[in-house]
């Protein structure tokens, strides 16, 4: 049987910062220090009870952070993708 994270992490929609498709497992994970995109609720919301799911699998304190999340200027965020890609690959 698959947890609800699993069952959640192959959805896919499309990423406005990168403007192409990606899974919920990377939108999950992609903010800083691997905690969920400060967009995630943005994203998600038509596919799912985002925040509910969030408020489980996060602590209240993470939970507060994120809803706390400004996100990034455009920029800004591209270019730490990159650097995130070029340290993966060294």
Not at 16 to 25: D, I, K, N, Q
Not at 39 to 67: G, N, R
Request: with cysteine; aromatic share 10%; hydrophobic share 30%.
């Amino acid at each position: 049987m698959m947890s609800q994270t699993e069952s959640k992490d192959n959805l896919t929609g499309r990423c406005p910062r990168l403007g192409g498709s990606v899974t919920f497992r990377y939108c999950r994970s992609s903010g800083d220090d691997s905690r969920p995109c400060g967009k995630i609720f943005d994203c998600w919301w038509e596919h799912f009870d985002v925040v509910a799911y969030c408020k489980k699998i996060l602590s209240a304190d993470e939970f507060t952070m994120l809803i706390n999340t400004r996100p990034k200027p455009k920029i800004s965020s591209l270019v730490d993708y990159m650097e995130q890609a070029q340290k993966r690959k060294a």
